[in-house]
């Protein structure tokens, strides 16, 4: 049980446009997701928490306008990344929260060209 | 600031080898430290520690928490190629429940 799902797995993309990633609890509610962003041989950095039916929680450094969260769901929050830039090139993973446990999705990486 | 600090941050060994992972925090509200291991994709589950001196154990990997002095080791025994990976350990924040996690530990295996 607990399985998190994303969409899209990749994606590539160019400078300027807009992306959007979904994050799915497949078989629970998640009331909290987190999305993290991981740059090559780094660790995750967590970028903002979803609370559904409310606006996300960004972490400091992290620009609300460029990252736009939508925790529409028990189950789907999407992550929107606008006028995409190649240093927003990254790998982006979401998690579902039940209870204190996190649950983590499969990430997806985003190549801006 | 909360902090979580891995060490080393990077481990070559050969196959048959043991290897002690280490992880120290300092996260004020402290509710669980976790364990994972990531290959080239999202990290997999290994263990939560929650309370000090029990041993967790799965296979070859055993890991340990002291919440005294704020650190939990990881034990890899009898390594296998397999094994490469990072090895993240992340905090977890009681009050918010978010993971704070550490730098990882790059794991390499050599047959």
């Known amino acids: 049980g607990a399985v998190v799902s994303q969409h899209p797995s990749w994606v590539i993309c160019k400078s300027g446009t807009s992306v959007k990633i979904e994050c799915r609890s497949l078989d629970f509610q998640a009331t909290t997701m987190f999305w993290y962003r991981q740059f090559p041989k780094q660790s995750l950095m967590l970028m903002a928490t979803s609370n559904e039916g409310s606006k996300a929680t960004y972490e400091q450094g992290v620009e609300k306008d460029k990252f736009l969260i939508n925790h529409a769901s028990l189950t789907l929050s999407t992550l929107t990344v606008t006028s995409a830039h190649p240093e927003d090139s990254s790998f982006y993973i979401c998690?579902?929260?039940?209870?204190?446990?996190?649950?983590f999705g499969p990430g997806t990486r985003l190549t801006v060209t | 600031e909360d902090k979580v600090v891995q060490s080393p941050l990077s481990l070559v060994v050969h196959e048959g080898d043991t290897v002690t992972l280490n992880c120290s925090y300092e996260?004020?509200?402290?509710?669980?430290l976790l364990w994972y291991k990531q290959e080239k994709k999202a990290p997999t589950f290994l263990f939560m520690l929650?309370?000090?001196?029990i041993e967790k154990k799965s296979g070859r990997l055993s890991s340990i928490l002291d919440k005294k002095e704020l650190f939990s080791i990881l034990n890899i025994t009898a390594t296998q190629t397999g094994d490469s990976a990072v090895y993240l350990c992340?905090?977890?924040?009681?009050?918010?429940?978010?993971?704070?996690f550490g730098t990882g530990t790059r794991l390499k295996v050599l047959a």
């Open positions: 998690s579902g929260a039940q209870g204190y446990e996190q649950y």
């Open positions: 996260v004020t509200n402290f509710r669980s």
């Open positions: 929650t309370s000090s001196g």
């Open positions: 992340a905090v977890e924040d009681v009050r918010t429940y978010k993971y704070i």
